[in-house]
């Protein structure tokens, strides 16, 4: 069964919460991250992307760098910009987006659920990555971002959550610039707090990694270097633990993630659709945009057209959690057999473009001259990433886009 632990939170104080919080690292360039911190003293990017302060051009990856990141986060900390709770609990995070709010749970995960599989993941990691985040753990020596992860819903959490969403006012209610909204209620009853965590330890088998499977790597290797230093280590010190937010699996959606080509292979357009014909039932939808309506159809945008592709059978395997899923369908029939793409990792003829831009942008790619072709795919469903995540298989490259991003500082978790 899932360890997840309340804990004494670092957050900002009320009035400054908006202007702190900040996307994730990795959704952003320096400049960007420039962009987004400029004016504001208080947004936790001079601790994230700490090369903002520095200048032009330094590697983010340099000490210097790093001891950036920490002189501001003790800065921030010293400014009252972020002030410690005394007592550990567990922390409500909800998001709005299009009308529709999810609620997370706020808790540490243990980082031996990890290393047992308690913890389930449906990615691969890179190990320069994880190293990235490790180094900025050591450094702060702090769980400074959460990772995004779910789990089988259960009635009695909700219960609970629903109950204090509905009597107590949040802490933190604000909208983002990006018009996603961002609520947030720190759980002060004693009873409750300690009655979660009794239901993720009775109730809760597994969770499962939704977005953040390197800082999710990271935080449970910090775990073991860390023990591993420590000759009085009991278990209980809180780098055994990391910070992650809990949701429900039946509360999230997961957005379609799509792909643009540069070229068709050598092929005309003529000879290329004939290929496609061989495996899919092709229509032609006409100019306006087609959106593909459920699983095995997809949509694809060629020379200014719109056209339907409905899978064949024999094409996909429903009882396989892997050839089940579409990414692999177009992969295997219409990427790799047709177009010569063999990595979908190294490849440069292929870019991924994330469902939250519409497909009004595959088409903006093609029109432009930039790319040959566009495929647009029905999103994978929760439960898909689950019996993936449960038969211990890992999802092809750029499955799965989850929106809204967490936003980093409204909580984090010393070590």
């Given amino acids: 069964m899932a360890i997840v632990k309340p804990f004494k939170g670092l957050r900002p104080p009320k009035e400054i919460a908006e202007t702190l919080a900040c996307l994730p690292y990795d959704v952003m360039n320096s400049e960007e991250a420039a962009e987004m911190a400029k004016g504001k003293e208080e947004s936790l990017l001079h601790v994230t992307r700490a090369e903002i302060d520095l200048p032009k051009g330094t590697d ?30 567990f922390y409500i995070y909800a998001q709005t987006m299009n009308g529709v709010t999810q609620y997370g749970i706020v808790g540490c995960a243990a980082c031996q659920d990890y290393e047992d599989g308690i913890i389930k993941k449906h990615e691969l990691t890179r190990p320069d990555k994880e190293e990235d985040r490790m180094v900025l753990t050591r450094y702060v020596n702090a769980n400074i971002e959460p990772v995004f992860f779910s789990y089988k819903a259960v009635p009695e959490i909700d219960e609970i959550v629903q109950s204090i969403v509905d009597t107590e006012e949040p802490e933190y209610d604000f909208t983002a610039e990006d018009g996603f909204g961002h609520h947030f209620w720190p759980v002060h009853d004693k009873t409750m707090n300690k009655r979660l965590e009794e239901l993720f330890a009775t109730k809760v088998p597994y969770t499962y990694v939704a977005d953040g499977h390197h800082r999710t790597a990271a935080a449970a290797r910090i775990g073991k270097e860390y023990a591993a230093k420590n000759p009085n280590h009991t278990g209980d010190e809180d780098y055994n633990y990391f910070m992650a937010v809990h949701f429900p699996d039946n509360q999230l959606q997961i957005i379609d993630y799509n792909r643009v080509v540069k070229d068709l292979n050598g092929l005309t357009k003529e000879e290329f659709l004939e290929r496609v014909e061989e495996h899919f039932e092709v229509k032609n939808e006409g100019k306006e945009v087609y959106k593909p309506s459920k699983l095995h159809e997809f949509s694809m945008y060629i020379d200014g057209e719109w056209y339907s592709m409905q899978a ?46 519409g497909l009004e942008e595959l088409k903006r790619r093609v029109d432009s001259g930039e790319m040959e072709v566009a495929f647009a795919l029905h999103p994978v469903s929760m439960q898909q990433l689950i019996d993936i995540a449960d038969t211990g298989n890992i999802m092809p490259p750029k499955t799965t886009w989850f929106e809204p991003k967490l936003r980093s500082g409204l909580v984090i978790h010393k070590l």
Avoid: C, M
């Avoid at 760098?65 to 005394?86: I, P, S, T």
């Avoid at 094409?315 to 990427?335: C, G």
């Fill in 60 to 89: 983010i990856h340099s000490e210097e760098v790093y001891e950036k990141a920490v002189e501001n986060f003790k800065e921030f900390q010293n400014k009252g910009f972020l002030k410690q709770d005394e007592e550990a609990r």
């Fill in 312 to 357: 064949k059978e024999g094409t996909y395997d429903d009882n396989d959690p892997i050839k089940a899923l579409d990414v692999t369908v177009l992969s295997n029939y219409v990427l790799d057999e047709i177009l010569g793409i063999k990595d979908l990792r190294t490849s440069t003829r292929i870019d991924f473009v994330g469902g939250i831009r």
